[in-house]
C-alpha cells in the first residue's frame, strides 16, 4: 500500500500520512540513539519547557517495538478520527484557520507535541528532583482519550486480540495496569499517561463541542 502514495505527503489522506511521519520519527530517533548516544538531540532550544515540550517524546525511545506497535494500533486511528472531526469544526472556532489541512495539522501538533511533550515536561516537574521524563507513551495515552471521548456513543472496537475485541478506555486501563507491574520507575511514566489521556479526552470534546451539526446528524445515518 505505501509505494501507491506519495512519498512525503498525502493530502487526500493525511492521517496515514502522519502515521508514516510519526513511524518515521520513532525509528529516526532510536537510530540516532544507537549511533551516536553520546550527542542525543536533547538540547534544541533555549527554553527547557519548550526543549521538552518539542523533543520529550522521540528522546531515547525505551521500547522502539512497543513504540511502533502502539503507534500503529493506538494512535493511527485517533489520526483517522481527527481527519474526520476537522473538515466539521464550526468556522471561527479556536483553532480553525478556515483551512483543513492547516486545521489538521494544528490539531495534530496538539496532540502531539503540546499535550503529549508537555505531559512528560509536567510529569518531571511532579516526579521526584532528578527524575527527566521523556518517551512516547503519554501520545499514545492522549490519543486513546481522544478516541475515547469522539467514539463514546459508537462505542468502537479499536483492537482485537486473541479474538477478544477491545475498547479504548479497556486498552487505556489495561497499559495502566501493565505499567505498574513492568516498570520499576512506574510512577512518572503512569503520571505522564493519566495527564496526557485526560487532556487528549479534553481535545476530543472541544472538538464535539464546536462541530457543524448538521455533519453528525449525516453521520450518525452513515452518509458521511
Request: glycine share 8%; aromatic share 14%.
Amino acid at each position: 500500500m505505501c509505494h501507491q502514495k506519495p512519498m512525503l505527503w498525502d493530502s487526500k489522506d493525511l492521517a496515514f500520512t502522519t502515521h508514516r511521519l510519526i513511524f518515521a520519527m520513532l525509528v529516526l530517533s532510536t537510530l540516532v540513539d544507537y549511533c551516536c548516544p553520546w550527542a542525543p538531540p536533547r538540547r534544541m532550544f533555549a527554553n527547557p519547557i519548550v526543549d521538552g515540550v518539542m523533543t520529550s517524546i522521540f528522546y531515547k525511545p525505551h521500547n522502539l517495538l512497543h513504540d511502533l506497535v502502539f503507534e500503529t494500533t493506538c494512535v493511527y486511528p485517533a489520526l483517522v478520527e481527527m481527519s474526520r472531526i476537522i473538515p466539521k469544526l464550526q468556522s471561527g472556532s479556536l483553532f480553525c484557520t478556515g483551512d483543513e489541512t492547516c486545521d489538521y495539522i494544528l490539531a495534530c501538533f496538539l496532540l502531539i507535541f503540546v499535550i503529549g511533550g508537555g505531559s512528560n515536561v509536567l510529569a518531571t516537574r511532579i516526579a521526584a528532583q532528578g527524575t527527566t521524563v521523556t518517551g512516547f507513551s503519554p501520545v499514545v495515552g492522549a490519543a486513546l482519550g481522544y478516541y475515547q471521548r469522539i467514539t463514546i456513543v459508537r462505542n468502537t472496537v479499536l483492537l482485537s486480540v486473541l479474538g477478544h475485541k477491545l475498547t479504548a478506555i479497556q486498552v487505556y486501563w489495561t497499559s495502566i495496569a501493565w505499567m505498574i507491574m513492568t516498570y520499576s520507575d512506574w510512577y512518572p511514566r503512569l503520571v505522564a499517561w493519566l495527564i496526557g489521556g485526560l487532556a487528549g479526552s479534553f481535545l476530543a470534546k472541544y472538538h464535539m463541542e464546536n462541530i457543524v451539526f448538521w455533519g453528525e446528524i449525516l453521520n450518525f445515518f452513515g452518509l458521511t
